[in-house]
Structure formats: structure tokens, C-alpha cells
């Protein structure tokens, strides 16, 4: 059968399988839904449950003219039919899924890109926890979640064709180095420089401002901090303003030489995007670790007030749960942290592969791997929720289904195995891989290859613009977003039956 072109997607599935299903107003929930456990997928592919049936039609029962026009659908992103039968669990249906294998890995590359786009549109992540951390001794494990949080969002809003741009520069060579380490791509300066009429210009603003008076003595002091330039009445504000969302425990803010800095760079970077992007608004979101929360919605609110543009109005807080360490008697640090994690990726490289980790290749391997490990911990579990992380030997395995270690490794083999076959093609041992026109796709029929294509290549556009969207326009000022989403899709997908062991 013949489909109706384009992409194949599950949402673009769901939404046709509806619409032929209820042929009168209905309610907007979906009857349909898509089935993923291996058990059902060996019978069905979509089930529409009698239950819903039930509201729809007389006794549940379906019209054969609607199951008709169910089984010949032709429509942009649907996959061809197979079936489309009446059963006592409800209405489903299977794909024909040589058809289906054939048209997707044909056009794999369409499957790395996201569902939506959002091109030109430009967006500004300001994480602040590099802004306090003058250097890399200072940088805790809620500063390296924001860091990572930051970093995977950046990449999932770039691939979704937004401009994004990063705050704050960190000049910090062990930052720099640690970040480098960390495979995090961080600007060491800004594009525009701040300068020092940024500073004054705003400290003219604030001696202009309603809220703002000269700092005086309180009760006990002796003297004024000699960075202290104002002291700003965010209460009345918030009041004034009617704005939601905010710590009901603001009320002074001592404004510094470093507040009016941040807001200068901030600044300067939505006028660079005002002049880069359409529509010369941009969206800034700060992603803050929990314990800088309060401090962040004392600049959110100074920046507000000093400047009543647009790109204030729409500033998000993105906010990270606390990293803990089981077990552990002394704080634990971003540096030490990284060297655990790798020292304990050594050994079990050692373990794995013997002497061959003795080579110096490994040295890049083993903290690529180390990376991925800290990377697939961080993002594990939704950034709003606190992480407790386990530092024995025992939660670092390349045998395990659930670590960045596993996956990278199976990464590694399947590039190796790809390599020795290429190699094997060029010195005449096997024959070179025919076009895709001449596959038989029909001779996938192991359950895994389905499982493969169906939960996992099929639905990753939508999880990778899951995994972008934004709550922008939401009320309140903070939003969530879903960057455990690629994380476990990358997990399921890496985690069926271990390779054959291969050396990467």
C-alpha cells in the first residue's frame, strides 16, 4: 500500500487514526494509542480499547465502513496498513512493516532531526552558577548538573534551528579545562564586551528609581560594604507590578558593583540578539541550581525594574534539584567527582579488556566514556528533582543496561564492527553493501529489529522536540523542561542483549 508521503511520525498516526474513528464531534481526547511492550507489538501495533469504543459506537462495535476507511488511510507521516480488525480488547492495527522498515531506513537521517522547527528564533541561557564560581576549586556538584542541563538544552534547542547564545563568559582556565574535559563547548568571552558606561548608565538608572535609596548603616554595623552602591525595595515592586512566582521572603536587595556587571552583560547580549534574530526579541532563560534561586530572582526582579523592555518580561527561571552523595562524610567536589568517575572507568576497562587498556588510545577512550557517565548521571532523572548519586566501584559497569559507560561501549563495538566489515570490503573478503533498493526488508522479522524501529527511530523527532519545548508563554516565571527525554530513549534503545565483546 501506498502512503501519503512524508516523514512517518506517531503523532501524524494517532491524529489520522482519530480523525477516520470519530466521524461526529467528539471530545478531543485520543482513542488511539501506541502500543510499545514487546508483548502486544507481536499481535498490534495501535489499539483503540473497547472502552473508548464504547462512547463512540452502539455496544462498542465498530461499522465496517469506518474500519474500511481506517485500514486504506493515505496520509502525510502514517506508515502503510496492514490491518485493522475488531477484537474483544478493542479496534487495532498493525503496519506493514517491510513497507515501514523500508521507508524509514531509507530516509534515516529525516529521524535525527526534530518533529518541530524553530528556526531563527534566538534564546539566551544565562547559568548562573558559573557566574559565582571564580574558579574550579569552588565549582559543587549542583553547579556541574546546571552546567550539563544548560549544555544538553543548548544543543536540542540548536538542532531545533534556534540561535542560541550562551552567559556567563568564563575566562577560568581550570573551568575552562574542566568543561573541555566534560565535552562542553563554553565561550571564554563575550562577543560584545561590556563596558564601564553599561555600569554607570545603570547606576544613573537606580539613583532615578522609586525603589531604590542609599544604603544606610542597620542596627549592629560599624560600616557600609564598600562594594554596596543601593539598596532596592523589591517588595513594593512585586506589589505594584502584580507579578507571580516569586520567593514571598524578597524584600531588600543590596545592589553591588557585580549585580549592575551581570545586568550590563545581560544586556549587551539581548541587543547583539535583537540585532541577529527577526522580530528582535529574544527569550532569556536562567537555568539556576536551587540553592541560587532566591539570590537570581533578586537580579530577575533589579533588571525588571531598570529596564521595562520585552526580554525582561519574559525572563523563565529553569531551576536544578540538589546533587547528594550517599554515603559520604565530606562535600564532594565537580573536580573530584570527574576523577572518581574516571579512575573507576579505568579499572573497569582493565577488567574488561586486560592489557590492551595500556595503549594510548584508551586515554581519550576512557574519558570520552567517562563523560558520557557523568552526563547520563546528571540528566538521568528531571532537573527539578534532587539526585542522589552512588560513588562506589559497584555503580560504574560497562556490563549494566542502565549507565552512559554501557552505552558508549556498545557504541564503540557497533563502530568497530562497522570498520572491520568496511575494511574486510576494501582487501576483497566480502562483498560491498547493496543499494537499499535491493534489500528484502521483509527478512526483518526478529521482535528486537521491530522494537528497534518502532519505539525507538520512529518517535525520536518528537522526543528530540520534547526534549526542546519550552513552556515560553507559561505563567509564573518558572518553567520545566523534559531533559531526561533523550537520555532515556538512548537507554532503551542501548539496552537489549550485550554485544559480542569487541575491543573499541
Known amino acids: 500500500m501506498e502512503t501519503g508521503g512524508g516523514r512517518f511520525g506517531v503523532s501524524e498516526t494517532l491524529g489520522a487514526l482519530n480523525a477516520a474513528l470519530k466521524k461526529e464531534p467528539a471530545p478531543p481526547a485520543s482513542v488511539w494509542f501506541k502500543e510499545s511492550s514487546a508483548r502486544n507489538l507481536r499481535s498490534r501495533d495501535f489499539l483503540a480499547p473497547q472502552a473508548a469504543l464504547r462512547a463512540l459506537f452502539a455496544g462498542g462495535q465498530v461499522p465496517k465502513d469506518i474500519i ?20 474483544p480488547l478493542g479496534l487495532t492495527v498493525q503496519l506493514q512493516r517491510p513497507a515501514a522498515f523500508q521507508q524509514v531506513l531509507n530516509s534515516i537521517a529525516e529521524f535525527t532531526k526534530p518533529s518541530q522547527s524553530a528556526s531563527g528564533q534566538s534564546i539566551i541561557l544565562n547559568c548562573t552558577p558559573l557566574r559565582s564560581r571564580r574558579s574550579l576549586d569552588m565549582l559543587s556538584l549542583s553547579n556541574l548538573r546546571a552546567i550539563l542541563v544548560t549544555d544538553h538544552l543548548a544543543e536540542v534547542l540548536r538542532i531545533q534551528g534556534m540561535n542560541v547564545h550562551l552567559l556567563p563568559a568564563v575566562p577560568d582556565e581550570g573551568i575552562q579545562k574542566f568543561l573541555h574535559q566534560l565535552r562542553v563547548d563554553w565561550p571564554s568571552e563575550l562577543g560584545a564586551a561590556c563596558i564601564p558606561e553599561d555600569v554607570l548608565a545603570l547606576k544613573q538608572l537606580l539613583s532615578q528609581c522609586p525603589y531604590a535609596t542609599a544604603p544606610g548603616l542597620e542596627p549592629g554595623q560599624t560600616r557600609l560594604a564598600d562594594d554596596l552602591i543601593f539598596k532596592v525595595h523589591l517588595k513594593n515592586f512585586l506589589a505594584q507590578q502584580s507579578l507571580e512566582g516569586y520567593d514571598p521572603n524578597l524584600d531588600v536587595c543590596l545592589v553591588t558593583e557585580e549585580k549592575l556587571q551581570v545586568l550590563a552583560e545581560l544586556r549587551q547580549m539581548v541587543l547583539h540578539c535583537a540585532g541577529t534574530g527577526p522580530g528582535g526579541c529574544c527569550r532569556v532563560v536562567h537555568v539556576v541550581s536551587c540553592e541560587g534561586e532566591f539570590q537570581q530572582q533578586q537580579v530577575d526582579l533589579l533588571w525588571r525594574m531598570l529596564d521595562l523592555g520585552a526580554h525582561t518580561a519574559l ?15 565530606s562535600p564532594v567536589g565537580a573536580p573530584q567527582y570527574f576523577q572518581l568517575r574516571r579512575c573507576q572507568m579505568y579499572e573497569a576497562s582493565v577488567m574488561k579488556y586486560g592489557e590492551l587498556v595500556q ?6 577512550i576512557i574519558s570520552v566514556l567517562t563523560s558520557a557517565a557523568i552526563r547520563f548521571e546528571m540528566l538521568s532523572t528531571a532537573h527539578q528533582s534532587q539526585i542522589i548519586l552512588d560513588l562506589e566501584d559497584s555503580s560504574i559497569s560497562t556490563k549494566g543496561t542502565k549507565s552512559g559507560a554501557f552505552v558508549m561501549y556498545n557504541c564503540a563495538r557497533l563502530a568497530t564492527l562497522f570498520k572491520t566489515y568496511q575494511q574486510a570490503v576494501e582487501q576483497g573478503a566480502y562483498p560491498a553493501f547493496p543499494p537499499a533498493s535491493e534489500l528484502n526488508f521483509s527478512l526483518l ?16 523527532p518528537e522526543t528530540l522536540s520534547q526534549s526542546a519545548h519550552l513552556p515560553l508563554s507559561s505563567k509564573g516565571i518558572r518553567i520545566t523542561a523534559s531533559t531526561e527525554a533523550v537520555r532515556s530513549v538512548t537507554l532503551g534503545a542501548g539496552g537489549g542483549d550485550d554485544l559480542q565483546a569487541v575491543p573499541p
Open 68 to 87: 474500511e476507511d481506517v485500514i486504506s488511510l493515505k496520509c502525510p507521516g502514517v506508515p502503510p496498513l496492514q490491518s485493522c480488525q475488531q477484537t
Open 315 to 329: 525572563q523563565k527561571h529553569l531551576v536544578c534539584g540538589p546533587v547528594k552523595v550517599a554515603n559520604s562524610p
Open 359 to 364: 595503549d594510548d588510545s584508551w586515554t581519550e
Open 445 to 460: 522479522r526478529e521482535e528486537g529489529e521491530w522494537l528497534l524501529l518502532f519505539n525507538y527511530i520512529l518517535p525520536f
